[in-house]
């Protein structure tokens, strides 16, 4: 059984399109996280939940919005997409709000044409 | 916020030999310092890791190794094997922000 699990795998979009990605975690963790890995591999944190509600929330255009309508579930949804949005996106969850022991799901690759 | 840099940013070894990968952090408050690895169309999976009160930890052919005064750590891999080809993260925790800050990638290759 996948521990963390996001979808879709690939998303092809359009410039000016609204997106949601969704992700599942069944590891009883409480806090989940989203992660942006660019083009270069950088992996930078965007938000972070503690059961349900916002911990961390990095400098992240409003266009993006999470949203975690229970402890194992966290989506993304993103608005009026740009051609910079276009990145490996990548769902995780930890037991608690000290951020060890990452379990990342495996990535949604957003191309946005 | 931590800053933490990562070398080298490739690696290239036969397969057999070592393979050292530095991460330096700025932020002296960090306790803990985690590796990941990423394959190929994959999610980053931790593969060890080590807290502030330990100098050296090892599991089986892996190792890290913590040197607070100096702010850096380093993931030792001995015996490399083709399967160790991936791309490798440090992550050394942000005491501010409680959060991972993850270093630029080592991008490493093991030749058959």
């Known amino acids: 059984d996948t521990a963390v699990s996001q979808t879709p795998k690939y998303l092809v979009t359009q410039m000016g399109n609204d997106k949601s990605i969704k992700c599942e975690q069944n590891?009883?963790?409480?806090?989940m996280y989203w992660y942006k890995q660019d083009s270069k591999k950088f992996l930078k944190i965007m938000f972070s939940y503690n059961n349900k509600e916002l911990i961390i929330n990095e400098t992240v255009p409003n266009r993006f919005s999470p949203k975690s309508p229970d402890k194992a579930h966290l989506n993304l949804h993103i608005n009026s997409l740009e051609l910079g949005d276009s990145a490996v996106y990548f769902c995780?969850?930890?037991?608690?709000?000290?951020?060890?022991?990452?379990?990342f799901g495996s990535g949604t690759q957003l191309s946005v044409l | 916020g931590e800053n933490v840099e990562q070398h080298p940013s490739t690696l290239s070894v036969q397969e057999g030999d070592s393979a050292v990968i530095k991460c330096t952090y700025s932020d002296s408050a960090s306790n803990y310092f985690p590796w990941y690895k990423q394959e190929l169309g994959k999610g980053p999976q931790l593969i060890i890791d080590?807290?502030?009160?330990?100098g050296e930890k090892k599991d089986q052919r892996i190792a890290v190794t913590l040197n607070k005064t100096a702010k850096h750590f380093s993931l030792h891999i001995t015996e490399t094997q083709p399967e160790d080809s991936a791309v490798y993260f440090c992550?050394?925790?942000?005491?501010?922000?409680?959060?991972?800050?993850f270093g630029s990638g080592t991008r490493l290759q093991v030749q058959p």
């Open positions: 992550a050394p925790r942000d005491t501010g922000r409680r959060a991972l800050t």
């Open positions: 080590i807290r502030s009160n330990v």
């Open positions: 590891l009883g963790h409480d806090t």
């Open positions: 995780a969850s930890s037991q608690g709000v000290t951020n060890e022991k990452l379990f």
